[in-house]
């Protein structure tokens, strides 16, 4: 992978973003920006604009005003495929993982490898080069796991997330995001997905976490960014803020009592 020195500073932003459903205002003027190697938390009540905002970022809606920046390009994205050939990934809370089949298996869906058979007519997958991949991807982000032949519903739900971080990690090239990767999580699972989104910025990337869990995500971003009606109202450094400050923003404490 490029060292962040080499690659443009932004890995991902969005600018200036506003997205309507009929007459409902999702987005108003909705702004992120994430920087190689940086982890940047994103908050919010319900219905301030987070899930859309993810989606816009991903592709699956279009803005209807601002624009989207990928490794410092303005881009135009009109599916998650697009999304994904411009480097970025996404771990949902639903997991997409088919848990009867392997760690292996899992980490190459959509993504099987494939060479030439007998010859050269038949294309045969490339098994071997699949599980030595997998296997240096899940070391690179020292996750140990007791197969890489053991179905992926056979692994507790730490190591489930983590086979999905791999999998997305292994097939991004500029940012990671992340949908309430701890949701549903005990204590020490979601200590090590926290780990593993440090240790995915640590190699470049940049990496987004919509997440509930104030207080392990204030601990593991470097930023937090709040939305509030579709709007963004903070962005600052995570060290400068604490969980009850968050929450009030996030209510519109600060900004109605301003009004």
Avoid at 27 to 40: F, K, P, Q, R, S
Avoid at 43 to 52: E, I, L, V
Avoid at 163 to 192: H, N
């Amino acid at each position: 992978m490029e060292t962040t020195q080499e690659r443009p500073e932004i890995a991902i932003a969005g600018v200036n973003i506003a997205k309507t459903f009929g007459h409902v205002r999702a987005l108003t003027d909705a702004n992120i920006t994430v920087h190689h190697g940086e982890v940047v938390a994103l908050f919010g009540d319900n219905g301030a604009g987070k899930s859309t905002f993810l989606k816009t970022l991903l592709g699956v809606y279009r803005p209807d005003a601002g624009h989207i920046v990928i490794d410092g390009r303005e881009v135009e994205l009109a599916s998650i495929r697009d999304a994904q050939a411009e480097g970025v990934d996404c771990v949902h809370q639903e997991l997409a993982l088919a848990p009867d089949l392997s760690v292996v298996d899992n980490m190459f869906l959509g993504h099987t490898v494939r060479k030439r058979g007998l010859l050269g007519r038949l294309a045969i997958v490339a098994r071997a080069e699949m599980e030595e991949r997998a296997d240096q991807a899940l070391r690179d982000l020292s996750i140990k796991l007791p197969s890489l032949s053991i179905p992926v519903g056979d692994l507790s739900g730490g190591q489930r997330q983590a086979v999905a971080v791999a999998r997305a990690v292994m097939w991004s090239r500029s940012a990671l995001l992340m949908d309430e990767p701890t949701a549903a999580l005990g204590a020490r699972q979601s200590e090590i997905v926290c780990d593993l989104m440090r240790t995915v910025a640590a190699r470049g990337l940049g990496v987004l976490v919509v997440s509930h869990d104030l207080p392990r995500a204030i601990k593991t971003a470097d930023r937090v960014v709040i939305l509030w009606r579709g709007e963004t109202v903070l962005d600052t450094k995570a060290e400068d803020i604490t969980v009850p400050e968050a929450v009030s923003v996030m209510v519109g404490y600060r900004k109605e009592k301003a009004s």
